[in-house]
Structure formats: C-alpha cells, structure tokens
C-alpha cells in the first residue's frame, strides 16, 4: 500500500511570511494524484491544492504552491504571504489513478499563524 | 457552495452498543466513501460505495462495519458492536468525479466508546 508522510506534526510563521510544509509519498505506480487538503480547527477539509503526477509544472492556486519532486517522492507546499486564515491542519494526501480511488493520507501537520 | 454534511458531531456510546453515523454526500455526486482517523493518526479510508453497493474496502472495515444509502440523500456508517478501539472521527465524503476529481469531506463525527 502507498504510504504518506509529513515529518512535521507542528508548524508556525508570522502573518505575512512563507512557510513550507513538507509530504514525501511511497509507490511503485507512475500515474497518480497528488493533494493538499486544509481542515480548520471543527470544520472540515476542503482542497488547497492538487498536482497530477503525469503533469511535470507545479500546481498553483493564489498564494499556495506546490514543489512537485517526482523521483524524489516529494510534494511540498508553500504557503505565501500567510494570512490568520490560514491557520488549520493541512493533510497531504496520495490517490492512485489505477487501483481505485481511495486517498491515502499524511498524519497532518498543524499550521499556527502569529500575528 | 454545497457540502457535506454529518450527524452528529460526537457520539458517545458503551462498549457493544451499536452506531450508526449519518452523512449526507453533496446532491450530484454518485461516489461516497467514509474514512476515520484515530486521535494521532493518520486519516484511514475504510469503505467506498457507488451505484448502491461498496466497490471497495479497507482491511479495517470487518462485518461489525455496514453501510448503506437508505435514501436519496443519506449515507450511513453502521458500527455493530463497538468496540474501545473504534473511538475515533470519522469522516464522510462524495465526488462526482472518482477518477479525475477531488474528494468532498464533511466535518466529521467524533465517536467515543466507553
């Protein structure tokens, strides 16, 4: 099974500021999907970002960005000019295009914005 | 904007008893899966459903777990006979796009067994 992980449980910047979060992913396929998800605190997860593997540009919504290292396995995402709203936990998460369509999903990593 | 939308928030039940968590996927969509997530970890998909029967499911989801689309608009996750180890929240979505698209979660259910 592909596993997903983010080696930081917790996260801050100053309003304003960038901060990068980290996802590494383990497969074996070549085509597959790629998310960040942003849950929060009581609500629920709504899609930041997604990066199909097949598609060698990173993905970019806004102030959000991804770096996309295929062969490395990696999947970061950047969050420019951070605003309080952005404070919640941010979920990467894996989806195979061939064997289904179930996510697999980081630990999450949790995001404080310091005013 | 349409959403997924989950009762209730937080069950609390005894050891044996059986739940039943509630969702209602957003009104187009055909596909609906429930995940859960143990305090600490990660989010763990248990079951996908589409076109009245389930397409796919995790080792996790044995015969105390059951789901069903009893109507037009809800989708249940029926736990048996609950056990300590099932405390944990879980989560409902839908998509209409199971192959291409994003995956629409509701807010979640936090299921305590005592």
């Known amino acids: 099974a592909q596993t997903v992980t983010q080696s930081q449980p917790e996260m801050s910047v100053q309003e304003a500021e960038t901060v990068t979060l980290s996802c590494t992913y383990d497969?074996?396929?070549?085509?597959?999907?790629l998310f960040w998800y942003k849950q929060p605190p009581s609500r629920q997860m709504i899609l930041v970002i997604r990066q199909e593997a097949y598609k060698q540009q990173n993905a970019t919504e806004n102030r959000f960005s991804v770096n996309f290292q295929k062969a490395a396995k990696s999947f970061s995402l950047k969050i420019s000019d951070s605003q309080l709203g952005d404070a919640a936990m941010y979920f990467c998460a894996y989806r195979s295009s061939n064997t289904g369509n179930q996510f697999y999903f980081g630990t999450g990593t949790s995001l404080t914005v310091i005013p | 904007e349409p959403e997924v939308t989950q009762t209730p928030s937080h069950q609390v039940t005894q050891m044996g008893q059986e739940v039943i968590l509630r969702c209602v996927p957003i009104s187009n969509h055909l596909y609906f899966y429930w995940y859960r997530q143990i305090l600490g970890q990660k989010v763990e998909f248990l079951v996908s459903?589409?076109?009245?029967?389930?397409?796919?499911k995790s080792e996790i989801f044995d015969d105390q777990f059951s789901v069903e689309r009893p109507d037009g608009s809800n989708f249940t996750l029926k736990i048996r006979s609950t056990k300590l180890e099932d405390s944990a929240m879980y989560f409902c979505a839908s998509t209409g796009l199971p192959q291409i698209g994003e995956q629409f979660f509701g807010p979640g259910t936090r299921l305590t067994v005592l």
């Open positions: 497969t074996s396929e070549s085509d597959y999907y």
């Open positions: 459903f589409y076109n009245n029967e389930i397409s796919e």
